[in-house]
């Protein structure tokens, strides 16, 4: 008896591990093409070099066609080794943005004085409808 509780119990162990929603973070190179996947958005970003500092460059998409988001933030917080932040910047998208599968284009420029110190992304994203509040924060090299 004990041991058919035991099993019974590890698959309803498996089942719920399996019904998590899990986000998905990619491993690519520094100053490549890199992407988020929540169970809310899709961000694509790429990071560049400029004269004054970085541009990070991407679009986002609403992963959830059949539901509008209104007010999408998203922050790149700028961070080097020690996790301190650099620089930061803010991307807003104007009420009504962000319905359907449409991607929603963005491009941040950071000005930083020293890029070498640059090693890690930090961003944090915020939007809403009329009924629900949503954030988020994920870190990818740049």
């Given at each position: 008896m004990l041991q058919k509780i035991m099993y019974v119990g590890s698959i309803l162990l498996f089942l719920s591990a399996c019904a998590i929603p899990h986000n998905k973070h990619d491993t690519n190179p520094a100053f490549s093409e890199h992407?988020?996947?929540?169970?809310?958005?899709?961000?694509?970003?790429?990071?560049?070099?400029?004269?004054?500092?970085?541009?990070?460059?991407?679009a986002v998409t609403n992963s959830r066609y059949e539901l509008p988001y209104e007010g999408f933030e998203l922050t790149a917080s700028l961070l080097d080794e020690?996790?301190?932040?650099?620089?930061?910047?803010?991307?807003?998208?104007?009420?009504?943005h962000l319905t359907g599968s449409v991607p929603e284009p963005f491009k941040m420029d950071i000005?930083?004085?020293?890029?070498?110190?640059?090693?890690?992304?930090?961003?944090?994203?915020?939007?809403?409808?009329?009924d629900d509040h949503f954030t988020g924060t994920f870190e990818s090299v740049p």
């Open positions: 992407q988020y996947n929540g169970h809310d958005v899709n961000i694509v970003w790429k990071s560049e070099k400029t004269d004054t500092g970085i541009r990070i460059a991407g020690n996790k301190k932040i650099l620089a930061k910047n803010i991307f807003r998208t104007g009420a009504g000005p930083l004085e020293n890029k070498d110190m640059l090693r890690k992304i930090k961003f944090f994203y915020s939007y809403g409808n009329l």
